[in-house]
């Protein structure tokens, strides 16, 4: 006990007069530079930053973010698969004839010459913008709206895509046959 008195005395003499001041700016820099100058003493290197750390949690949040998008688009029925669930048909359909229009744009980009060029392109064209009408009839059939006219208007779309490209391919034709008319009855 005796002991425990002394060093509360030694506290109670000693209050206010420690220092509690942090150390001026450069302190840490001037104390190393006394301990390098004394013998035997080895410098500490300062810590690097490691940016590591924080590069990973962001690619790790990233890394989140990219497969909680990939489950919630991957939990949606396409276009298609909601047409196919409304009706069967009209998948079936729009698979034969999207395929025999598809080969017969093959046929004539292969048809192609610089006669024929700007008329293929137009033709692109529409046939594009024909597309885009499909795609728009699809969405309005998914949205609920009156499925005999949308699958009538449909199947028109497909039907008017396949005209145009019959009668180009019969203009291309024609425009191939006058070319060789010409080139035959060319004298030199």
Same mark, same amino acid.
């Given at each position: 006990?005796?002991?425990?008195?002394?060093?509360?005395?030694?506290?109670?003499?000693?209050?206010?007069?420690?220092?509690?001041?942090? @150390?001026?700016?450069?302190?840490?820099?001037? &104390?190393?530079?006394?301990?390098?100058?004394? #013998?035997? *003493? *080895?410098?500490?290197? @300062?810590?690097?930053?490691?940016?590591?750390? @924080?590069?990973?949690?962001?690619? $790790?949040?990233?890394?989140?973010?990219? *497969?909680?998008? $990939?489950?919630?688009?991957?939990?949606?029925?396409?276009?298609?698969?909601?047409?196919?669930?409304?009706? @069967?048909?009209? $998948?079936?359909?729009?698979? =034969?004839?999207? #395929?025999?229009?598809?080969?017969? /744009?093959?046929? +004539? *980009?292969?048809?192609?010459?610089?006669?024929?060029?700007?008329?293929?392109?137009?033709?692109?064209?529409? !046939? #594009?913008? !024909?597309?885009?009408?499909?795609?728009? +009839?699809?969405?309005?059939?998914?949205?609920?709206?009156?499925?005999? !006219?949308?699958?009538?208007?449909?199947?028109?779309? &497909?039907?008017?895509?396949?005209? +145009?490209?019959?009668?180009?391919?019969?203009? /291309?034709?024609?425009?191939?046959? &006058?070319?060789? =008319?010409?080139?035959?009855?060319?004298?030199?």
């Amino acid at each position: 006990m005796n002991e425990d008195r002394k060093i509360e005395e030694l506290f109670k003499n000693l209050q206010g007069s420690f220092d509690t001041e942090e @150390p001026g700016v450069g302190h840490e820099e001037r &104390f190393l530079q006394k301990l390098s100058n004394s #013998n035997g *003493v *080895v410098r500490l290197k @300062p810590k690097k930053n490691n940016w590591w750390r @924080p590069l990973s949690i962001a690619a $790790s949040i990233i890394l989140l973010f990219a *497969v909680g998008a $990939s489950l919630y688009t991957t939990g949606r029925p396409s276009i298609d698969e909601q047409v196919a669930k409304i009706s @069967p048909e009209v $998948s079936q359909t729009q698979f =034969y004839f999207a #395929n025999l229009i598809d080969g017969q /744009i093959k046929e +004539l *980009v292969d048809q192609s010459t610089p006669e024929t060029k700007k008329l293929v392109d137009d033709t692109l064209l529409q !046939l #594009n913008k !024909l597309e885009k009408n499909y795609k728009k +009839l699809e969405q309005d059939l998914i949205d609920g709206g009156n499925s005999k !006219l949308i699958l009538s208007a449909m199947i028109t779309n &497909f039907q008017t895509r396949i005209d +145009l490209l019959q009668e180009v391919m019969d203009k /291309i034709e024609n425009i191939k046959t &006058f070319k060789n =008319y010409d080139d035959e009855n060319i004298t030199i």
